[in-house]
């Protein structure tokens, strides 16, 4: 082969007084090389992993020994899990609500989901709010009860009467980013509640998302004739069902119970279809 020129040609460098030496890092103390070294230090290792090993294998002999001279089964032992789901304590969340717009769907969540996740609601006033009537009193009551058979509080909410435009929910204390609405709070709980009120994967996850808008649409109506349309629609997406996503109830029925029961004028303009489907959900929700 040809020979390649010095790249580094060996220059006389004059090194600074002001400096200290310092040895050669290519070689080791005693004149070895670092290949060297490190076939050392692999060879002592191998050696300390065989040591490790023998001495597992003598353990667990000595417990086989033992298990045989007390008779123990070689089975582990089986335990028995819990049915049903295990929930965790969710971050405490706040409710912003005025009086006069009573989130009656917390209520009628608290009282579905009482024997798999317990709601604790906590009730103050804002300085905003000389008094409560009769209604929010009654509801502020039922909120508060505890009727929940699980032990342990699925997630804790602090209700403030306040005098606010729209329902809002806050969260986190330390990001005040608030969500509007009480049919978007609906959502919130209901991704964070039981398996069976999560509908995002399920067939009628669009069904249940079109009537949430209808919720909404219709807490904003200000006469009965803005109402009508509205409540047309719910009506043939209901149709001859038990409920509204079959034969089982949902966050959607909650939600339609919760707006028709915030908005009088639209019960009056129900059809017998719809009432019947009322009565069903109020005594589940018992709002």
């Not at 003598?58 to 929930?87: A, W």
């Not at 038990?242 to 028709?260: E, M, N, P, R």
């Not at 129900?270 to 109020?282: A, I």
């Amino acid at each position: 082969m040809y020979e390649l020129k010095t790249l580094l040609p060996a220059f006389d460098i004059t090194v600074p007084k002001c400096m200290y030496a310092m040895k050669s890092l290519a070689l080791k103390r005693d004149g070895g090389t670092p290949e060297a070294e490190n076939a050392s230090a692999m060879t002592k290792l191998e050696e300390r992993q065989e040591v490790v090993i023998k001495q597992l294998h003598e353990l667990r002999n000595q417990l086989q020994s033992m298990r045989s001279s007390l008779n123990v089964c070689g089975k582990t032992i089986q335990h028995t899990q819990p049915r049903g789901e295990v929930y965790e304590s969710l971050p405490d969340i706040v409710i912003n609500a005025h009086p006069k717009f009573i989130p009656y769907a917390l209520l009628a969540i608290k009282n579905i989901w009482k024997d798999v996740f317990n709601i604790d609601v906590k009730c103050y006033s804002h300085s905003t709010i000389v008094s409560l009537d009769q209604e929010a009193i009654e509801f502020q009551k039922q909120i508060t009860a505890n009727n929940s058979s699980v032990k342990s509080p699925g997630i804790k909410v602090t209700l403030i009467w306040k005098n606010t435009e729209h329902t809002e929910m806050i969260s986190s204390p330390t990001m005040y980013v608030p969500i509007y609405g009480e049919v978007n709070i609906i959502r919130y709980l209901a991704r964070v509640g039981p398996q069976d009120y999560r509908y995002e994967d399920t067939t009628y996850s669009n069904d249940i998302d079109v009537i949430l808008d209808i919720c909404y649409q219709l807490l904003r109506c200000q006469t009965a004739k803005s109402m009508q349309p509205l409540l047309r629609s719910l009506n043939n997406r209901l149709q001859k069902q038990k409920y509204f996503t079959g034969d089982q109830l949902s966050i959607a029925d909650v939600a339609v119970c919760s707006s028709i029961r915030r908005m009088p004028a639209a019960a009056k303009n129900l059809t017998e279809n719809m009432n019947k489907w009322l009565t069903r959900v109020k005594q589940v929700t018992l709002i």
